[in-house]
């Protein structure tokens, strides 16, 4: 069983810059690909960057290429997501997530992401 502790999220002013990190337990971030979504309030979970355990190919939304960053340090099992020029509408709780397979399967309790206007 995988357990993933995200961390990192915090009150950022528009423009700015957070790093965060999801922590990995009971496996290796090197055996899954890793993701990570977010959820604004009232809104669905969305997709916003991946990276590929076997290739090491990284995968965003358009609404964040250029400027969220996916990395993982195997070393440290730990994924993080430089996210970079952050814009108001990007206030949500995000998650950090472990694929098994075809789906997402495990996932961290989220960090909140606050960016004030």
């Known amino acids: 069983q995988v357990q993933l502790v995200e961390s990192g999220g915090g009150l950022v002013q528009a423009g700015g810059s957070l790093r965060l990190s999801c922590a990995a337990s009971?496996?290796?971030?090197?055996?899954?690909?890793m993701g990570w979504f977010r959820q604004a309030p009232g809104k669905d979970r969305e997709f916003v960057a991946a990276?590929?355990?076997?290739?090491?190919?990284?995968y965003y939304a358009d609404s964040v290429k250029g400027r969220f960053t996916i990395s993982s340090d195997n070393a440290k099992n730990t994924v993080y997501l430089q996210m970079n020029s952050l814009k108001r509408e990007e206030t949500a709780v995000y998650y950090c997530?472990?694929?098994?397979?075809?789906?997402?399967?495990?996932w961290g309790q989220g960090t909140k992401v606050n960016v004030a206007s």
């Open positions: 997530t472990a694929r098994a397979g075809a789906t997402y399967a495990y």
């Open positions: 009971g496996g290796t971030v090197s055996s899954y690909d």
């Open positions: 990276i590929s355990r076997r290739v090491g190919i990284t």
